[in-house]
């Protein structure tokens, strides 16, 4: 199946600084990324969608100054979490669509002090 | 947008035994495809099984198996023969027109050996 590779796996940052998490599709060309966020024992809450080349598309209630995605490729997406706080801290998750199917990333354990 | 619902957020069964985990969904659209989602400790992602809604027949994957009932927006999957590796988070998954993912709040299940 296709590979979809999300990087770093885990990161501890202090409060106020920013963070970037990337997400590559390695095998298949993703016009379209997605991300997700999951709290402890909660679902996946989708995020944004981002765009090959556009804007990204944010889901209700994600402040879109704090959550900046850039997809600036057709294999990769990044979030980058600006002047991150303890309430930041979550597990974020990117998919992409090949085909029929979504493929995720590993996701990423962030953790703000 | 679309909801789905998981009502069941803890489930148990015996090894060897066979498990049903419920979901349902309210959408408006009449083409999307439904999935369940296999999330171990790792976090990973796993995609379990996969239904079309254009289809009538009844996905099959293995010892997994679900029952879509269009008309009642139900979807259920059925694991059979349960083995202690499917102990795990199961989500399930609506796949809009727009390819976004809406994921059910999930159901955790433990396997006795």
């Known amino acids: 199946g296709a590979v979809v590779s999300q990087h770093p796996s885990w990161v501890i940052c202090k409060s106020g600084t920013s963070v970037k998490i990337e997400c590559r599709s390695l095998?298949?060309?993703?016009?379209?990324m997605f991300w997700y966020r999951q709290f402890p024992k909660q679902s996946l809450m989708l995020m944004a969608t981002s765009n090959e080349g556009s804007k990204a598309t944010y889901e209700q209630g994600v402040e879109k100054d704090k959550f900046l995605i850039n997809h600036a490729s057709l294999t990769l997406s990044t979030l980058t979490v600006t002047s991150a706080h303890p309430e930041d801290s979550s597990f974020y998750i990117c998919?992409?669509?090949?085909?029929?199917?979504?493929?995720f990333g590993q996701g990423t354990r962030l953790t703000v002090v | 947008a679309q909801t789905v619902t998981q009502s069941q957020p803890e489930m148990s069964v015996q090894e060897a035994e066979t498990v049903t985990l419920s979901c349902t969904y309210d959408t408006s659209e009449s083409d999307y495809y439904l999935f369940w989602y296999k999330q171990p400790p790792s976090r990973q992602m796993i995609l379990v099984i996969r239904?079309?809604?254009?289809?009538?027949q009844n996905a099959t994957e293995n010892r997994f198996s679900v029952n879509f009932q269009k008309a009642a927006k139900s979807f259920s999957l059925k694991i059979s023969d349960s083995q202690l590796g499917d102990a795990a988070m199961y989500f399930c998954?609506?796949?809009?027109?727009?390819?976004?993912?809406?994921f059910g709040t999930g159901t955790s299940l433990t396997v006795i050996p």
């Open positions: 095998d298949f060309q993703a016009t379209t």
């Open positions: 239904q079309e809604a254009y289809k009538q």
């Open positions: 998954a609506y796949r809009s027109t727009g390819n976004q993912f809406y």
């Open positions: 998919s992409a669509i090949k085909g029929k199917e979504a493929f």
